[in-house]
């Protein structure tokens, strides 16, 4: 019924809990929501929201191949900000990993992220 999805190309859970979950007999993936971590050193990647949001984007492809998905399956994400200043400059990076029907989508101003990061986002897919 639930089956964990763990890739090494996406950063390790950095608390208690996993990378994603599918479930369903299969057919929903729930990825937890990513940061813009280097998968090889763990460490925070860009300075601005728009080199965070496309390293977030590129953590959660990775999440998703592992769980045989990729973005064309995802049909809901939230985009975390820690300033809506930069809804501008994500939005432009995250709408380069969706070519045609972009899923539903919020976004909200988060007081803080993990690791002080300026993006994170989470995703729903289906297969």
């Known amino acids: ?17 996993s990378q994603a979950v599918k479930v369903a ?5 729930y990825c937890s929501g990513q940061i813009a971590l280097d998968p090889r050193s763990g460490e925070l990647v860009g300075t601005t929201a728009e080199e965070q949001c496309r390293q977030v984007m590129t953590n959660l492809q990775a999440v998703l191949k592992a769980a045989g998905a990729d973005f064309s399956r995802v049909v809901k994400t939230t985009i975390y900000l ?45 297969v």
């Open 25 to 29: 007999a299969g057919t929903t993936i």
């Open 82 to 126: 820690s300033d809506m200043a930069d809804f501008g400059t994500a939005n432009d990076a995250y709408g380069e990993f969706f070519d045609e029907q972009p899923p539903a989508r919020a976004t909200l101003a988060a007081k803080e992220l993990p690791r002080g990061a300026l993006v994170e986002i989470d995703a729903v897919a289906v």
């Open 1 to 17: 019924m639930k089956q964990i999805i763990s890739t090494e190309t996406a950063p390790a859970a950095i608390g208690p809990y």
